[in-house]
């Protein structure tokens, strides 16, 4: 693997699965792989989880960890030609030469800005790097896309999965603040690359990306797209198609024990408790929130093993 920007750098998912699950029995077996090699991980946004099994990940195969958070740092300048006397103090493609100086592998964090779609999808700031840096590039969650959290999703379902083909469902929920589709579209590329069930169900007016969604079914009716569910995957997203907008935050999405039935809960986090998912939910032995947030390590491990093999 050169760079893992998007789910499809994955020559073989189910090798790369089972390879992060064997990481996971053993997560020391290659400790000199990352020997004397560095991976430096820029923010310009918060993370926990990201940040934190990232490094693990990258220590666990001997690698050294610097971590930016990019808004201590000049503010960066990304359109080409700009003239810069205004705010911004250095270009991308300085800053991505220099930091690729101290860097074998560059992780970036960079979220969308949710008012101007066409931007946003442009994925400016993960491509400006991918573009001017020397080094592989890792998507650490961009504007559209968080494939190293689809990977962990996709290896807990591996994991947990009783069925060969299991029913699993998407099931947006409500949110008082505008959040992106990134992890929501991610998760419907990784389920559509596996053995796997997906229905989606969200209030009308959140349809995702239909360039991701494809031929996965959408049912609009909650209640029916969670019959026989085996996971279900709650998360919010605001409107792709009124770009960035809140339409409603309907109280009656909120994922319950009763409407989970017997299906295992799925969630990135973080979430807001009571207002996403109730308690009883997140506190059941049906939640696997935990198992999921474990496996960021594994699948952060297996992207830079494989990125480190192929320096
Ligand atoms: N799921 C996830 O990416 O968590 P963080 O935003 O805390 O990194």
């Known amino acids: 693997m050169r760079n893992y920007t998007k789910i499809k750098d994955i020559q073989n998912l189910s090798e790369t699965i089972k390879e992060a699950i064997l990481l996971k029995m053993n997560p ?3 400790s000199e792989l990352g020997k004397n090699k560095t991976l430096v991980m820029l923010f310009f946004n918060s993370s926990l989880r990201t940040r934190l099994s990232t490094e693990k990940a990258a220590k666990n195969l001997g690698m050294n960890v610097t971590i930016l958070n990019v808004n201590d740092a000049w503010n960066l300048e990304f359109e080409d030609g700009a003239i810069m006397n205004m705010d911004k103090s250095e270009h991308v493609k300085d800053a991505a030469q220099v930091i690729s100086q101290y860097a074998d592998i560059i992780a970036v964090r960079a979220f969308p800005s949710l008012t101007d779609k066409a931007k946003d999808e442009s994925e400016l700031i993960l491509n400006s790097f991918k573009k001017h840096a020397t080094v592989p590039i890792i998507n650490m969650e961009s504007a559209t896309a968080h494939p190293l959290q689809a990977l962990a999703d996709a290896i807990t379902i591996t994991e947990l999965t009783e069925k060969a083909k299991p029913k699993v469902v998407l099931s947006w929920a409500p949110h008082p603040k505008a959040l992106p589709q ?4 991610s998760f ?4 559509q690359a596996m053995e796997i069930d997906l229905t989606i169900t969200h209030p009308e007016g959140y349809e995702l990306n239909d360039e991701i969604t494809k031929d996965t079914p959408i049912n609009y009716n909650q209640e029916e797209a969670l019959k026989e569910a085996d996971f279900v995957y709650v998360k919010n997203w605001s409107s792709y ?6 339409l409603h935050q309907d109280k009656n999405w909120m994922m319950t024990k009763a409407k989970l039935g017997h299906a295992k809960f799925m969630h990135c986090l973080p979430l ?10 997140l506190d059941s032995d049906q939640s696997v929130v935990i198992k999921q947030a ?6 952060a491990q297996v992207v830079l093993k494989q990125i480190l093999e192929n320096l």
């Open 241 to 246: 198609k009124d770009y960035g907008k809140v």
């Open 188 to 191: 419907v590329e990784m389920m």
């Open 182 to 185: 990134a992890v929501a579209n």
């Open 272 to 281: 807001r408790r009571n207002v996403v998912v109730e308690d009883a939910v």
């Open 28 to 30: 020391f077996e290659f």
């Open 294 to 299: 474990n496996n960021r390590t594994y699948a």
